[in-house]
């Protein structure tokens, strides 16, 4: 897969990138990701990508000009057709099924805003769909890609060592995961449970969904449709 990301702040992405997972997913060849600044395609001597909203009000809205540039120069740089979102907390709610979704793709072109807001015809005349991480306002879309990418990235088949590993992840069924534990088998009075040190794989796996039900019912009653 490729992921190209549209952006004002280039400089945010290199620590996570570099990171574990996503670091080892692109040095092994699933996934490259490339990062390029809108502000390049400025057309301004001051590389100004932004201005005062017509009709009045505070702040500044990013221009048209520089996005539409950036992003058909970018879409050039590899021959597959793109999807790509427009990452605003006006768009649909991001999960894990669309992640499952995504995970799919040849390739992405993620594009974060910043600042009050977006010209609207960045909205209506690119062919993107619009994500958002949360019911919160960030600051700019850049950590949004991040987490969309992260949670993409390591559903692509082979990333993960064990594909088990996605399978059991909170979300996966519909339900949070299942309480885990490792050594020592008492840790400040605190013990692990019985049944995981029984052997009996069937009872183990019985009480992990019995869990897994009752941590869902507790703290995200709206996975079962109970409000
Ligand atoms: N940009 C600002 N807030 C956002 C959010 N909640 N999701 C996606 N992009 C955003």
Redesign the pocket.
Known sequence: MRIDILTLFPEVFASHLNCSIIKRAQDEGFVQVVITDIREFSTDNYRKVDDKPYGGGPGMVIMPGPVFTCFEHVEKLSPEKPKTIL???Q?SKFNQAKAHELSSEKRLILIA?KYEGFDERIRTGLDAEQ????D???N??EL?AMVIIDATIRLIPGVLGDDDSAKNDSFSDGLLEYPQYTRPEVFRDMKVPDILLSGNHQKIAEWRKQQSLERTKKNRPDLLGEH
């Open positions: 990452l605003t907390p768009g805003g994500i958002s991480i949360g919160f306002v960030l700019g879309g949004a």
